[in-house]
């Protein structure tokens, strides 16, 4: 759609941020994301440096009846923009600690490494994911799994004490538990769909370090460490998670030298107790064979992000997730036999992330989000070019299918991706009396659906 320059001229003059229509120079490096396996082609691109131009953005859209999209650093980028109103809120950054009251307030594109390392400086730690450079707010409303404080402390999204919101009618309203409590419900659990965050007041736990890091093995142990992983899980406190991943990298010089170019199994530890206990709970991986690499050990909270080592540069990825309701002993041979390293598989890494403790369990104020129904979350990526989501399919469905017999069905919002953008694959992050109650939500604050470039909620009929 190409909006007129008498259109796009008042928008301007609303806005103090940048506003580009397709051809402008700027255009191209408003619109682009972090998962570069899709790119944005919008009516106009705003980039957004207050609440403002955020309500500007919106009233036009709603004026001209364009969808709405919004990206801070588009790790979540699964649906293309096109023809919609792009608003880039990368510029709202502000990070704001009140050590007292133990909260941070975080502006609309604040990234995790920067939250923590904020945090940190005061004794504090929020509840990270496993990537550094994912945006804080994305992560919280999409309940925001943490790999080192879940399981003690459940979501993300369980700490949320305040937001701001700017929703379909152009209003910025500022919600909590007492104040529009169906909205800060809503959003909590429901990401993007009922309008744009511009900020976040979220809880801050009184955490400096754990002992936990990455333990690297060779692919003829494969086997071995998987049956030592589950006896570990089986026995796991809530303080400990661990997780565990086939990976295959690329033979390139940003990958460790002893996990270049092979098949490598990866155990990723992470407890919140004492070091001496720590390490007798890890004893029996270590006994199991020799590592290639060892990594875990005391740790400060601000390295949570080499627990996993997730890629920080962007990349076309391409993801698939499922949750299982457990992760017996022919599950982990269905794994090995599908995704191990006898196989050949065109996916970098199969992941099988442990779940449940305070996960599983109903947080002191109610949202949105889906509890953890199994104990593990099933998860599988790899990358290409641009564009290549069918061709990349088959062999990420087949991880899927091999596992399908302890799937229970359902799985996180936030491990949605470009191939669950139907309402049924929507659906199945939630608790069917919780989406019916999120279409009644979005019939409330969103009726034209002006908020569906995203894993979409529709409005009630």
């Known amino acids: ?32 994301t972090w998962n570069l396996a899709l790119t944005h082609h919008p009516a106009v691109a705003i980039g957004a440096t207050r609440v403002a131009d955020v309500q500007a953005a919106v009233r036009f859209a709603a004026a001209h009846d ?26 709202m950054n502000d990070i704001s600690i009140d050590p007292d009251g133990r909260t941070a307030t975080v502006g609309a594109a604040v990234e995790m490494q920067h939250l923590v390392d904020a945090a940190a400086g005061h004794g504090l730690a929020p509840l990270a994911g496993s990537s550094p ?8 409303l999409g309940g925001g799994l943490s790999p080192v404080l879940g399981r003690l402390h459940g979501y993300a999204a369980d700490h949320v004490h305040a937001a701001e919101i700017v929703t379909a009618d152009g209003e910025l309203r500022r919600v909590d538990a007492a104040t529009e409590p169906e909205l800060f419900w809503a959003i909590r659990g429901g990401k993007g769909n009922f309008g744009v965050v511009t900020s976040l007041t979220i809880g801050l736990f009184p955490i400096t370090g754990f002992y936990g890091g990455g333990l690297f093995y ?11 992983y589950r006896a570990l899980v089986a026995a796991a406190p809530d303080e400990l998670t661990v997780s565990l991943a086939f990976l295959r990298l690329p033979p390139a010089p940003f990958v460790p030298e002893p996990l270049r170019g092979r098949f490598t199994v990866h155990v990723r530890v992470a407890y919140l107790g004492p070091a001496e206990e720590g390490e007798r709970l890890v004893a029996g991986l270590r ?12 740790m400060p909270y601000s390295g949570f992000a080499a627990i996993h080592a997730d890629p920080v540069d962007p990349i076309p990825a391409y993801e698939v997730s499922a949750e299982l309701a457990a992760f017996p002993d022919l599950a982990a041979e269905a794994l090995l036999a599908t995704a191990g390293p006898d196989v050949d598989l065109p996916v970098l890494m199969v992941e099988i992330r442990q779940l449940g403790g305070a996960l599983a369990r109903a947080p002191r104020t109610p949202s949105a989000v889906g509890r953890a129904r199994g104990g593990f979350q099933l998860f599988a990526a790899t990358a290409g070019a641009p564009g290549m989501a069918r061709e990349m399919r088959p062999a990420l469905d087949g991880v899927i299918d091999a596992l399908a017999p302890w799937a229970n069905g359902h799985t996180q919002i936030n491990f ?22 999120l279409m009644r939500a979005k019939k409330r604050y969103d009726p034209r659906n002006l908020f569906r470039i995203n894993h979409n909620i529709p409005p009630a009929a």
Do not use: C, W
């Open 66 to 91: 364009l969808p709405v999209a919004v990206v801070a650093t588009g790790h979540g980028a699964f649906v293309a923009a096109d023809d919609a109103v792009l608003i880039n809120v990368r510029r």
């Open 218 to 228: 060779a692919g003829e142990h494969a086997a071995d460490v998987v049956a030592e």
């Open 416 to 437: 949605l991706t470009g191939y669950d953008l139907s309402s049924a694959e929507v659906a199945r992050a939630y608790p069917h009396e919780t989406y019916e109650h």
């Open 133 to 140: 450079n994912v945006g804080a707010v994305g992560f919280t």
């Open 1 to 32: 759609m190409n909006l007129s320059p008498a259109d796009l001229a008042g928008l301007t003059a609303q806005i103090a941020g940048p506003v580009l229509a397709p051809g402008d120079e700027r255009y191209a490096e408003e619109t682009a």
């Open 287 to 298: 006994k199991t064979a020799p590592a290639l690499i060892d990594a875990v050990g005391p």
